[in-house]
C-alpha cells in the first residue's frame, strides 16, 4: 500500500531532521522537561530550529531577543549560535516555563550567554533601549500583541537585523475576512505591517506543525 500524502511528508520530514537537525540530550531533555510538566508542545520543531541556528550566524548575531521562551528548545538553537561572549535574552510571562527554560539553557551548559526576564513581554520591552541593538529578533508569544511586539522589534533593531516570526500561517486562518479568532486576527496584522512596512523586507516559509496544522514562520530584514 502507498502511503498517504501526510505520511509521505511526516516521513521526509523526519529523514530531513535526523539528517539536518539531530537533537542532543540537552536539546531532548528540553522536550522532556515540556512534556512532564504538562506544557502546551508547541516549541519549534528540530528543523525549524536549525533554521533559526543557521539564520543567527548568517547575520553574525552577537545579541538576540526572544519574545516567549516556553521551556527553551529554540533558545538553545539560538544561543548555540552566538559567540561565546554573545547574549540571549528571552522574555517569558509564566514563571514555571521561565524556570524550565533556566533548566534547559544550564543543561545545554548556556548559562553565560542566556538570560531568561520574566514577566509580560510589553512592560519588558522598554528597558531593553539601552541594550539595543538586537541583530536578531524571535516573536512567539501571544499572536494577538504581535504587532505590537514588531513595533517593539523595529525600534530595538538595527540595518540588517533580522525579525522573525512564529505561528502567521495557523493554517490560513489569517487569510479569511474576517479573521475568525483573535489569534488569527493578530497574525494577520502582523502580516500587513510587515508586508507594507517601509524599512522591511520580509518573506513566509509554510509548514505541517503538529499543533496548528499548517503553519510556519515569517523572516523580515531591516534596511
Same mark, same amino acid.
Given at each position: 500500500?502507498?502511503?498517504?500524502? !501526510?505520511? *509521505? &511528508?511526516?516521513?521526509?520530514?523526519?529523514?530531513?531532521?535526523? &539528517?539536518?537537525?539531530?537533537?542532543?540530550?540537552? +536539546?531532548?531533555?528540553?522536550?522532556?522537561? =515540556?512534556? *512532564?510538566?504538562?506544557?502546551?508542545?508547541?516549541?519549534?520543531?528540530?528543523?525549524?530550529? %536549525? +533554521? +533559526?541556528?543557521?539564520?543567527?550566524? @548568517?547575520?553574525?548575531? &552577537?545579541?538576540? $531577543?526572544?519574545? /516567549?521562551?516556553?521551556?527553551?528548545?529554540?533558545?538553545?538553537?539560538?544561543?548555540?549560535?552566538?559567540?561565546?561572549?554573545?547574549? +540571549?535574552? @528571552? $522574555?517569558?510571562?509564566?514563571?514555571?516555563?521561565?524556570?524550565? #527554560?533556566?533548566?534547559?539553557?544550564?543543561?545545554? /551548559?548556556?548559562?553565560?550567554? =542566556?538570560?531568561?526576564?520574566?514577566?509580560?513581554?510589553?512592560?519588558?520591552?522598554?528597558?531593553? @533601549?539601552?541594550?539595543?541593538?538586537?541583530?536578531?529578533?524571535?516573536?512567539?508569544?501571544?499572536?494577538?500583541?504581535?504587532?505590537?511586539?514588531?513595533?517593539? *522589534?523595529?525600534?530595538? !533593531?538595527?540595518?540588517?537585523?533580522?525579525?522573525?516570526?512564529?505561528?502567521?500561517?495557523?493554517?490560513?486562518?489569517?487569510?479569511? @475576512?474576517?479573521?475568525?479568532?483573535?489569534? *488569527?486576527?493578530?497574525?494577520?496584522?502582523?502580516?500587513? %505591517?510587515?508586508?507594507?512596512?517601509? &524599512? $522591511?523586507?520580509?518573506? #513566509?516559509?509554510?509548514?505541517?506543525?503538529?499543533?496548528?496544522?499548517?503553519?510556519?514562520?515569517?523572516?523580515?530584514?531591516?534596511?
Amino acid at each position: 500500500m502507498y502511503p498517504s500524502e !501526510s505520511e *509521505a &511528508r511526516a516521513r521526509i520530514n523526519h529523514e530531513l531532521a535526523i &539528517r539536518f537537525a539531530p537533537e542532543d540530550e540537552a +536539546l531532548r531533555a528540553s522536550v522532556a522537561s =515540556t512534556e *512532564a510538566a504538562g506544557l502546551p508542545g508547541n516549541q519549534v520543531s528540530p528543523l525549524q530550529g %536549525k +533554521l +533559526l541556528h543557521v539564520l543567527a550566524l @548568517t547575520c553574525g548575531a &552577537r545579541k538576540i $531577543l526572544e519574545i /516567549g521562551s516556553l521551556a527553551g528548545y529554540s533558545g538553545v538553537w539560538l544561543a548555540r549560535a552566538l559567540p561565546e561572549d554573545g547574549k +540571549l535574552i @528571552t $522574555l517569558e510571562v509564566n514563571p514555571e516555563y521561565a524556570a524550565l #527554560a533556566r533548566k534547559s539553557f544550564h543543561a545545554a /551548559g548556556l548559562d553565560k550567554r =542566556t538570560e531568561v526576564r520574566v514577566g509580560p513581554a510589553l512592560d519588558l520591552l522598554p528597558a531593553l @533601549t539601552d541594550e539595543a541593538p538586537f541583530d536578531l529578533i524571535f516573536i512567539d508569544a501571544d499572536k494577538v500583541n504581535n504587532s505590537h511586539y514588531l513595533e517593539w *522589534a523595529l525600534r530595538l !533593531s538595527r540595518p540588517g537585523s533580522l525579525i522573525i516570526a512564529d505561528n502567521i500561517v495557523r493554517s490560513g486562518r489569517p487569510f479569511q @475576512t474576517p479573521p475568525p479568532d483573535e489569534s *488569527a486576527a493578530g497574525a494577520a496584522a502582523y502580516i500587513h %505591517k510587515i508586508l507594507e512596512h517601509p &524599512r $522591511l523586507v520580509s518573506v #513566509a516559509l509554510p509548514w505541517d506543525d503538529a499543533v496548528n496544522g499548517l503553519d510556519g514562520f515569517s523572516i523580515s530584514v531591516v534596511r
